[in-house]
């Protein structure tokens, strides 16, 4: 399946954008649920560069599976959502901006920015290597774009655009799902695993799919997923 976000990169660097960062074809339900929710809350952020999936997804033996990447203000206004901006262009395209370091929220520079990652990944990188915990785990996002609060784009919006039940970017996800189960991949669902079921309905009765015990907490320890643990570490060594 081809990278829909090459197209994003490509009408970037056309003169004249808009620095609307939605793929052309889904800006118009984006816009539609945008007008339709007026709480902020909701709102879906079109001038920040999407967060699809960060790591090596075509080739990471974990994969964390997340519901959107999250949006708030003290970070818009420190500036953090351009600063990164660059290093998204890149990642959206499968281009690691370190190659040693393709999870790159565990860089020493991103992580004083946000370091949310580097806690959550804490119990793994404690006995290994940044490098190692970031060639091996991978994310990807049930939805791509940045909102403060998540809520689910209507059916009837998606049916009216012609999309059926996901945004074209939403499928691109689903198909490197699918391709980490074919290789047998520990798969970890930390949101909303009802929504990434009926997306992937293979998803449910996959061997080697593991759940937090958390729903809050996404930290990959012991604790939170017991049996899937070790196996992470194996792939650690």
Known sequence: MEN???KLIEEINEEGFNKNYVLKE????????????NNDLFKIHTEIMPAPFMGDVDKAPVVILMLNPGYTTEEDRVGYYNKYKDWWKMEIQHIHKFPDLPLFCLDEEYGKSSDYWIKKLKPLTSVSSNEKVARS???IQFFPYHTEKYKNIYSNLLTEEGFGDYLPSQKYNFHLVKNAINRNAIII???????WFK???ELENYGNLFLTNSYLNTIIS???LPKAFPKILEKLK
């Not at 889904?26 to 929710?37: G, H, L, M």
Request: a positive charge; hydrophobic letters at 30%.
């Open 137 to 139: 785990i991978c994310k």
């Open 199 to 201: 997306a992937i309905p």
């Open 189 to 195: 669902i930390t949101r909303s695993k009802k929504m």
């Open 26 to 37: 889904e800006q118009s339900i984006v816009e539609k649920f945008n007008q339709k929710n």
């Open 4 to 6: 829909p976000w090459k």
């Open 222 to 224: 012991e604790n939170n």
